[in-house]
């Protein structure tokens, strides 16, 4: 039997995607498909162990859901959902917080940041967050599960957890092993280019749904180099912000560094900086139209996730319905 492997990541919808998640992660998603059996959900539940206003929370998780469908992410491929349709999430995240130790939990360098960050709410959720990230995970029996260094923390504790109630009632649970993704590009940010782009400098960041005259003006400000050389040549060391310009182009192009040199031969900065603008605007076009043309087609959007929900909790009732046997609920 050929059965794909199962994959499963969770989104926080806390703010807008933008170009080095796209380029970094994001557009490889869609052909994972082809491998794997991909589950994605929108981690709303976990975004209020920091305060929200609700509004703001609905329109994001909806939009990010609708951007993450305009890169690639095919609904009729993958499952797409949004964490807190799927009930199975808050109770099996019941569960594993009494199975996951108080020590563990005070190791999590995430919570040790995110509580020094926010000093006036340092709340029950954030501290047992990684429980109910135990269960997203451990409700779908995920082969894989796709992270960034700053979850990688998070992921070993699952398993940690997932071994020890094994350890206890047997196989109930599937052991996931990290999945460090191929790494697309790594953009950095435009203004301050040995940093990661990130929304925390949003001059130096592009959003994908951002207007074409913006995405211009950001370029045209971009750091290039002090030097005085004025020429398009790759040179990470020496000239970082102009590496970071090629490294953009060459990826929405598929242009070579080499092919990227030969184009701009003798053209300085002023016209190169415009044209990487350019090439990044007729990149995004397609995705920020589509995100836009979903957003207002509130009926197919709300068939996504009801459709994904209904997959969810089929499969995650099967694994909440053992976890309970198990442990000696009654059952209903
Ligand atoms: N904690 C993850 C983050 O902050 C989001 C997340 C929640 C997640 N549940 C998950 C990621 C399950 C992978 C698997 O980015």
């Known amino acids: 039997m050929d059965e794909k492997k199962v994959m499963l990541s969770g989104i926080q919808p806390s703010g807008d995607l933008h170009l080095g998640n796209y380029l970094g992660a994001i557009r490889n998603w869609g052909a994972r498909a082809e491998e794997f059996d991909c589950y994605y959900f929108m981690a709303d539940m976990h975004t209020i162990t920091v305060r929200q206003e609700p509004a703001a929370l609905r329109r994001r998780t909806l939009e990010q859901l609708a951007q993450y469908i305009a890169c690639g992410l095919d609904p009729e491929k993958n499952t797409l959902f949004i964490q807190s349709h799927v009930h199975q999430h808050a109770e099996l995240g019941w569960v594993l917080n009494c199975y996951t130790m108080f020590g563990e939990l005070s190791r999590m360098t ?15 959720g954030l501290f047992t967050y990684p429980a109910l990230m135990a269960a ?31 350890g206890i009632y047997g196989d109930v649970f599937k052991v996931p ?18 940093t990661k782009m990130s929304k925390s400098i949003p001059e130096g960041c592009v959003f994908l749904m951002e207007k074409p005259e913006d995405i211009q003006r950001k370029f045209k400000r971009a750091i290039t180099d002090s030097d005085t050389e004025n020429c398009v040549r790759f040179d990470p060391a020496g000239k970082p912000g102009v590496a970071n310009l090629m490294a953009i ?20 900065y002023g016209k190169f900086k415009p044209a990487v603008g350019d090439a990044v605007v007729e990149a995004l076009r397609p995705i920020r139209e589509e995100a836009a043309r979903i957003m207002a087609d509130k009926a197919y959007l709300e068939s996504v996730y009801r459709a994904g929900a209904e ?12 976890v309970y046997k198990k442990i000696g609920f009654v059952a209903r």
């Open 249 to 268: 182009y060459s990826a929405v192009t598929g242009k070579t560094y080499d092919e990227i040199q030969a184009e701009f031969a003798g053209m300085g």
């Open 110 to 124: 995430q919570f040790k940041d995110k509580a020094a960050k926010h000093a006036e709410n340092i709340n029950g």
């Open 311 to 322: 997959k969810a909790s089929y499969v995650a009732e099967k694994t909440l319905r053992k």
């Open 177 to 194: 092993e990290p999945y460090i993704p191929k790494t697309g590009a790594r953009i950095m940010s435009l203004n301050a280019p040995d």
């Open 136 to 166: 997203d995970i451990l409700l779908y029996q995920p082969d894989f599960v796709p992270v960034g260094d700053d979850q990688k923390q998070h992921v070993e504790l699952t398993r940690d957890v997932a071994q020890r109630f094994n």
